[in-house]
Nanobody, 125 residues
């Protein structure tokens, strides 16, 4: 059973950077697309970014384009989300999801079979 663990969250000032990691155990990520999602208090979960199993296709929500970068290191069984120029509205719990059938044509949070437990990101001065 694939298990995902997010890490790297924390408190950062506006304009700062964080790098989130999504590490897998119990299986290889080689054949899985990975998505990053976030959920702020009182709001629905929203898609942030997606990377295909090969890494050849990525997609981003309009709100993070040009600031966030998704990447993967299959040798380390880990996917990363580099977040730069952070804004207070980026504050949320960030989750990663994995699924074999996702092609990353969008950043929809639906149809992911596996989820991590989330990591809190707080952007505040």
């Amino acid at each position: 059973q694939l298990q995902l663990v997010e890490s790297g969250g924390g408190l950062v000032q506006p304009g700062g950077s964080l790098r989130l990691s999504c590490a897998a155990s119990g299986g290889t990520l080689d054949y899985f697309a990975i998505g990053w999602f976030r959920q702020a208090p009182g709001k629905a979960r929203e898609g942030v970014s997606c990377i295909s199993s090969s890494g050849g296709r990525t997609n981003y929500a309009d709100s993070v384009k040009g600031r966030f970068t998704i990447s993967r290191d299959n040798a380390k069984n880990t996917v990363y989300l580099q977040m730069n120029s952070l804004k207070p509205e980026d504050t949320a719990v960030y989750y990663c999801g994995a699924d074999r059938g996702i092609v990353c044509s969008d950043v929809s949070p639906y149809n992911y079979a596996y989820w991590g437990q989330g990591t809190q990101v707080t952007v505040s001065s």
